[in-house]
């Protein structure tokens, strides 16, 4: 177990095979951890985020929102997020089963995306402003889990290449 851990290291010398498994495969728990912040932040704003949301779409847009217009949004906001939650489990299993560089690779791009927006959303609540209407601990969460998540993609993705480097050396 102390191995496995240790082989998920974005540094960790992956001088065999099943290092270089482990490591390919971090980036299925990187994607866990993506659904499962996309989950937490959907639970956000179909309950106590509505209004937030709501207040942040009247801002941005400058006319405001009915109450169906707003509940009907919050529907269709949930049922494709709990798709795409649905979408990265299974990618998560895939992975898991067939590592490859190519899903680390797509979600490593998705997991800087969402660094970067959860790091203006906190520079702009520092700065009083709430255009995000999410509250500073959801943001910092974000941050913590995608930084996690990246390092995970990150180890992944070099883990494929090694893995596929000792294989080629074993069946040549």
Known sequence: MNDWIRTLGPTAGLKTEAQALSAARASSIGMVLGAARDAVLAWYTATAGAEATRLAVDQMTRRPESVEQMQAATQIGLAVTGALVVLQ??????????????????????????????????????????????????????LILMTVAAILHATAIRGAGRLAELRKLGAG
């Open 89 to 142: 489990l299974i990618l998560a299993v895939v992975h898991w089963r067939k590592p490859t560089s190519l899903l680390p690779l797509v979600f490593l791009m998705l997991v800087v995306w969402a660094l970067g927006t959860a790091a203006l959303a906190l520079i702009y609540a520092a700065g009083g402003q709430q255009t995000s209407g999410q509250p500073t601990g959801l943001i910092l969460l974000t």
